[in-house]
């Protein structure tokens, strides 16, 4: 369209894909109008930021990279939580700040320019607003997509919340209803990894990126073990409450997780499962002391309904994807407690 | 023997182009020949790799890999012929009669199978498992429904006697519920029903067989360190065109999307705009299992030796503001990638983001131009 500043970009047709665009030279914008552009209900700024150093639990410290909130700015990690509801018009802002990036929202699926994949749109040196409606309640989350490999590793992620239109306390309008939340979002890290520039290995060096070997393992940001007793990790109840545990695998490990009480899978993906919409599927149940798997990115709303007083352990174990042995040398393992008054 | 194949990036072709309707089950056998022989491989980076491949397809046919398809209940016959330096054996894990014993090298065995209940199946070398399927001998054996068929007329890719309740609902869905305007699935269009063949390549382990060292089995997994992440022997740029792994439709053209990994490490397949109904996999004794209870997914497990199913609906990418669809300033087609998230598996040769297993689909328009 005319009216729209494509000429000379590589979307005028004139200049498809070639190698070199699709990894190594990344067709990047500085800043770009959004197309098919709408007034947002509500809008957030990411700003880029390296070099936070969080201290580990054998007292060294490790650098994580992630999305700062521009409008409250904080040194938290992992990145602040997106939260929205159902149906939202919504507008997030991209500063990158340190070279280039993107923001993909995981799970949400808008057009190619919103999308946040550098090879198929643009790698963002400056700014650019990722406009997306979302359809249907449900645990995703957001992260860089530039030299994904490393950048997501580094830490350049955070929740992604949808809520129904009536907001948080059920799973969608008219669903299972819940009066705890918990997100637990696994991860784990390398330090050799740590070493690396942000475009390492872009331009055909071998830096290692297919070896992985993490040596710390995190719940939300906390590391094991502190994530036993850490209360942004621990869950507590009452009887008769319900929890809803929001699950999300960030590591590039297979997450195997064993939870001390029976718990009932109410989503998967970000989609509900269930309701008179869709007929193919329904909830179902995780037994206690069942161990289940997931991987990379997957993630699971989970349903606890605590009936008997007490402190009870969940585990997560880290596993390599080739050997599918714990991680480390058998110490790829956080747990936590659900706590129960 | 023993002559050599060079595959530079790009000249590996593979898939057969015919889908197998229920009308041509009359046909009682379907013939096969496969030659068991090394090829020099190039990477996505220039590396070349020693592998042993599946080479052949009908009679006459000579493809990499090619992807075998019979329909339920015929008599297979596959013709092997060893060409390799070693012995290697013929299985598709879970059919019953579809094994060998050991085949020398320069002798030829013919085997007949029946073929079994509609779905994805996986063919490789079972011996030294799982050495000489890493080192490339593997493949996709696709078996076609007689009657795939729902109760209320919907085709599917499974056999009216496997469907379940959740498996009907999907395909009945499609063209019905307002969500998926547009066709139902169409088993006999090729560009609908995609092979993935996901697997690893360690360069160190393909060069020992080259040079016929021994591996020790025991120990093959934790020395396996993949440097190149494969779908259908391509990666990164050089599946961006490939037809036979890249999808292009309108909306309402749901595709299926059979996802094997013949390797050693856990893939997680994850692909953008639209969440995708996955159908079926397998039992570990390596039968079909259609899915009771089916989930919509961004991301799946897929295992070494799994088989997973998944339908891409091809409907409108409902996260994008109903206001701004069809867009207008935005250009089309739209494109979207699928790539595994566990990404180790997005580098070639230690580096080189995105040149590894990862690929894209298209939408061309908002909906299929009448013809
Ligand atoms: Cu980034
Ligand atoms: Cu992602």
């Known amino acids: ?341 | 023997m023993n002559r050599r194949e060079f595959l530079a990036y790009g000249a590996l072709g593979g898939g057969a182009s015919v889908i197998l309707g229920a009308a041509e089950a009359q046909t009682a056998t379907r013939t096969y020949e496969l030659f068991i022989e090394p090829a020099d491989v190039e990477m996505i980076d220039g590396t070349i790799v020693y592998m042993l491949l599946f080479f052949g397809g009908p009679p006459g046919v000579r493809e990499p890999r090619p992807v075998l398809r019979a329909v339920e209940g015929e008599t297979v016959v596959l013709r092997i012929v060893n060409n390799a330096p070693e012995a290697h054996r013929f299985q598709v894990p879970g059919v019953t009669g579809a094994t060998t014993t050991n085949i020398a090298p320069g002798q030829r065995r013919e085997i007949r199978f029946t073929a079994p209940v509609g779905g994805t199946y996986i063919y490789l070398d079972p011996l030294q498992a799982p050495l000489y399927r890493l080192v490339g001998l593997h493949g996709a054996f696709i078996v076609t429904p007689r009657n795939g068929l729902t109760l209320a007329g919907s085709p599917t890719p499974y056999s009216a006697t496997s469907q379940t309740a959740a498996v009907r609902a999907v395909f009945d869905a499609m063209g019905t519920m307002p969500r998926f305007a547009g066709d139902k699935w169409n088993p006999n269009d090729i560009a609908r029903d995609k092979v993935w063949v996901f697997s690893q390549t360690d360069p160190a382990l393909n060069k020992r067989v080259e040079l016929r060292q021994s591996v020790d089995l025991a120990t093959l997994a934790a020395n396996f360190k993949p440097r190149y992440f494969t779908i259908n022997g391509r990666s990164g740029f050089d599946l961006d065109e490939d037809p036979t792994v890249r999808i292009s439709g309108y909306v309402g053209q749901p595709t299926l999307i059979r996802t094997i990994n013949t390797g050693l490490a856990t893939h997680a397949p994850h692909i953008h705009g639209n969440h995708c109904f996955e159908l079926a996999g397998n039992t570990t004794a390596g039968a079909v299992s259609v899915r009771s209870n089916v989930y919509e997914r961004d991301v799946w497990m897929l295992a070494p030796l799994d088989r997973k199913d998944l339908l891409l609906p091809f409907e409108i990418p409902p996260d994008i503001p109903r206001e701004a669809w069809p867009p207008v300033q935005e250009p089309w087609p739209l494109r979207y990638v699928m790539h595994c998230h566990t990404e180790m598996s997005q580098t070639a040769g230690g580096g080189n983001y995105p040149q590894g297993a990862l690929c894209h689909w298209e939408l061309l328009g908002p909906q299929r131009p009448v013809a």
């Not at chain 1, 007292?59 to 521009?70: L, M, N, P, S």
């Not at chain 1, 509801?85 to 190619?112: D, F, K, M, S």
């Not at chain 1, 994530?227 to 109840?237: E, G, K, S």
């Open chain 1, 1 to 341: 369209m005319t009216d729209f500043p494509l000429a000379g970009t590589r979307f005028d047709a004139t200049a498809p894909l070639n190698f070199d665009s699709f990894g190594c030279n990344t067709y990047k914008v500085d800043s770009l109008p959004t197309p098919d552009r709408l007034e947002p209900d509500v809008r957030f700024v990411r700003g880029v930021r390296f070099g936070l150093e969080l201290p580990t639990p054998d007292g060294k410290t490790i650098e994580v990279w992630r999305f700062e909130d521009e409008l409250a700015p904080r040194p938290v990690w992992p990145s602040p939580p997106i939260r929205v509801r159902q149906g939202q018009l919504v507008h997030t802002q991209i500063y990158a700040r340190n070279n280039a990036h993107t923001i993909h929202h995981h799970g949400i699926e808008p057009t190619t320019f919103n999308d946040g994949v550098g090879h198929v749109s643009f790698e963002v040196s400056d700014t650019y607003d990722y406009q997306w409606r979302p359809h249907t309640p449900g645990t995703f989350f957001y992260h860089c997509h530039k030299n994904t490999v490393l950048h997501f590793e580094m830490g350049m992620y955070g929740l992604l919340i949808v809520d129904p239109p009536s907001g948080p306390g059920t799973i969608y309008e008219g669903g299972p209803s819940y009066q705890v939340e918990a997100m637990w979002v696994a991860d784990d890290l390398d330090p050799r990894w740590r070493t690396l520039g942000h475009s390492a290995g872009m331009c055909g060096e071998d830096v290692g990126l297919n070896r992985f070997d993490p040596k710390y393992f995190c719940i939300s940001g906390v590391f094991a073990p502190n994530t036993l007793n850490d209360p942004r990790v621990m869950v507590r109840a009452q009887r008769g409450q319900t929890v809803l545990i929001r699950l999300l695998n960030a590591s590039y490990s297979i997450l195997r997780t064993t939870l001390p009480m029976d718990a009932q899978v109410v989503a998967l993906d970000g989609h509900y499962l269930g309701g008179p919409e869709k007929p193919w599927c329904a909830p179902y149940t995780i037994r206690a002391n069942t161990p289940f798997e997931m991987v990379s990115a997957q993630r699971m709303d989970l349903l606890i309904r605590p009936r008997l007083p007490g402190v009870f352990t969940a585990k997560l174990e880290f596993l390599d994807w080739v050997t599918r042995a714990i991680q480390n040398g058998g110490q790829g393992v956080a747990q936590t407690q659900i706590v129960v008054t």
